[in-house]
């Protein structure tokens, strides 16, 4: 039974959902803070057709007292480690511009700066993590890392920009998919730019047919592995279009 109903949600969130090519994410109104709206955060969340994510202003305001405190993301597992070997294997240029989609305090930007990288750039949604990414990691002062959400982040890249993209779940499993986080990835990476990255296929909010999106984007699986606790490894090649 469990099964069917992810299937479900699968075919809800890649077929039966409608994109949306507008940023709703404003996480310092006031109306959207005050708890008496909790109805209509309800109602956001029920209703997947609309924009508006809400769950994202959980991680926004992640501080030390939660379970997804940054003071949890400071060392490298031993899938963070595996990522990131592949990040390095199609890496064949130090100074390609590469991110980190979902980089929290930066742990794996500061892996991959003391490798000799000279060019990163991270993203996150939460304000606490990208505040003291630099005061814990002082290797990463002058890498480029923002507060934003995906939404935000993406729209705003000019197309082609990056050679590598990497994310570490839970991060696009978790972004609502009235956002099409696929399409805009495809469109930042540069021609035979690489999308690595470590998801549980059928975890967190928002479960999809990761696999066909990715082929729907021009986004070719190079190298695929299950590991434990249920993640899948993917590379992935941008697709070269005839023009």
């Given at each position: ?55 994202s202003r959980y991680w ?81 002062k002058d890498v480029n ?68 999106e990715f082929k729907k ?27």
């Open positions: 039974m469990k099964n069917f109903i992810i299937y479900l949600k699968k075919i809800k969130n890649t077929f039966l959902t409608p994109r949306w090519n507008t940023i709703y994410n404003n996480f310092d109104n006031s109306f959207l803070k005050n708890n008496r709206n909790k109805y209509f955060f309800w109602f956001l969340n029920k209703f997947w057709f609309l924009p508006y994510d809400t769950r926004h305001t992640a501080d030390e007292n939660t379970k997804h405190s940054y003071k949890n993301y400071q060392s490298l597992d031993s899938k963070a480690k595996i990522l990131l070997d592949e990040v390095r294997n199609y890496s064949f240029d130090k100074n390609i511009k590469i991110l980190d989609l979902g980089c929290n305090i930066g742990r794996h930007l500061n892996a991959l700066k003391k490798s000799g990288f000279n060019n990163l750039y991270g993203v996150d949604i939460g304000k606490k993590p990208v505040h003291q990414s630099k005061k814990y990691f002082l290797d990463l890392i923002r507060c934003s959400s995906f939404e935000e982040y993406l729209y705003k890249t000019k197309s082609s920009f990056f050679q590598i993209i990497y994310t570490h779940g839970a991060t696009i499993e978790l972004t609502k998919p009235t956002f099409p986080l696929i399409s805009q990835i495809s469109r930042v990476l540069d021609k035979n730019g690489y999308f690595i990255l470590l998801i549980h296929e059928n975890g967190h909010s928002y479960p999809r047919f990761w696999r066909y984007n021009n986004l070719i699986i190079v190298y695929c592995e299950d590991l434990e606790e249920n993640h899948t490894l993917f590379v992935l090649k941008k697709k070269v279009i005839n023009e």
